[in-house]
C-alpha cells in the first residue's frame, strides 16, 4: 500500500512584534533579533512562494506584509523629523524585490525615470564615498521630504540620529568615515525585510543580492519586461551589485 504524504499546510504568518530593549548590548540585540526574526521571515518566504508561486506581485506582498508584522517601537528622543534631509545624501543599497516595488511605483512618473537616467548617467553610484563628498542627493527628495516614504528601502528605514547638529557636521565635512546615524534596534529589525528577501531568493534559484538603488532603477527602466526578466532567472542586476 502507497504511503499517503501528508501536505504541508501553508500556516499565516506570525512574527512576533519586538519592542526595543535598552538591557540588552547592541551586540546582543544584533544577534537574536537579526538572526531569530531574518529566519522566520525567510523561511516564511520560500514556503509561501513555493505555495502560491513565484511573481513579482507575490513579492511585494510579502515586504508590505513584513512591514506591518515586524514591529518595533520608535524612540521617541529622536531627532529624525520632516525637512531634515542630511541622510539622503548617502548610497542607499536594498532588496532586488525592495528596488522592483518602488520602480512600479514610480515607472509611469516620466519626468522622476528621466531624473534618473539623466543626472545620475555618469556617476558611479555604487561608490559608496562619492555619494558623500559629492553630497549626492537622492532623487527622491524634495524640498528635503522623501516622496517614496511609505515604500522606501530598509536602509532608509533603519537610519536614525539622535543628534541632528552631528548629522550636519557629517553632511558639512563631506568625510565618508563621519558617522551620523545610529544602528539601534529598530534600525536593527527595519533590516528583517531586505535581508530575509536576499536569503529566500538566492535559496528559490534567483540571482539575489544587494544592489544599490539608483543604478538598480536605471537598469529596471532601461530594460524591456525587466522584472519578468529577473523573475525568470537572468542575472539582470549585476552592474548594480552594492
Given at each position: ?83 531634515c ?10 532588496s ?12 509611469n ?22 555619494w ?33 547638529d ?21 534600525g ?29 532603477l ?25
Open positions: 500500500m502507497a504511503r499517503r504524504v501528508r501536505q504541508k499546510e501553508n500556516k499565516p504568518l506570525k512574527i512576533r512584534v519586538l519592542e526595543a530593549k535598552k538591557n540588552r548590548s547592541p551586540e546582543e540585540e544584533h544577534a537574536v533579533l537579526m538572526w531569530n526574526e531574518t529566519r522566520r521571515a525567510r523561511n516564511f518566504t520560500i514556503d509561501f512562494v513555493r505555495s502560491k508561486g513565484m511573481s513579482i506581485e507575490n513579492l511585494s506582498w510579502l515586504l508590505h506584509e513584513f512591514r506591518d508584522k515586524i514591529a518595533v517601537s520608535i524612540p521617541t528622543d529622536i531627532q529624525c523629523k520632516i525637512g534631509g542630511y541622510c539622503c545624501h548617502i548610497r542607499v543599497t536594498t532586488i524585490p525592495e528596488a522592483i516595488l518602488v520602480y512600479n511605483t514610480i515607472r512618473n516620466q519626468e522622476l525615470i528621466s531624473k534618473i537616467n539623466k543626472n545620475y548617467k555618469n556617476l558611479n553610484t555604487i561608490d559608496r564615498d562619492m558623500i563628498r559629492e553630497q549626492l542627493e537622492c532623487p527622491f527628495l524634495y524640498d528635503d521630504k522623501c516622496s517614496i516614504y511609505t515604500i522606501r528601502p530598509g536602509a532608509c528605514r533603519a537610519c536614525i540620529s539622535y543628534d541632528v552631528n548629522c550636519r557636521d557629517g553632511y558639512e565635512s563631506k568625510d565618508p568615515e563621519y558617522q551620523t546615524a545610529t544602528r539601534t534596534p529598530h536593527i529589525i527595519s533590516l528583517i525585510p531586505s535581508i530575509a528577501m536576499i536569503e529566500a531568493c538566492d535559496i528559490l534559484g534567483l540571482h539575489s543580492y544587494e544592489v544599490e538603488l539608483v543604478s538598480s536605471r537598469i529596471l527602466s532601461a530594460t524591456e519586461n525587466s522584472c519578468e526578466e529577473w523573475i525568470n532567472g537572468r542575472d539582470l542586476f549585476a552592474n548594480a551589485r552594492g
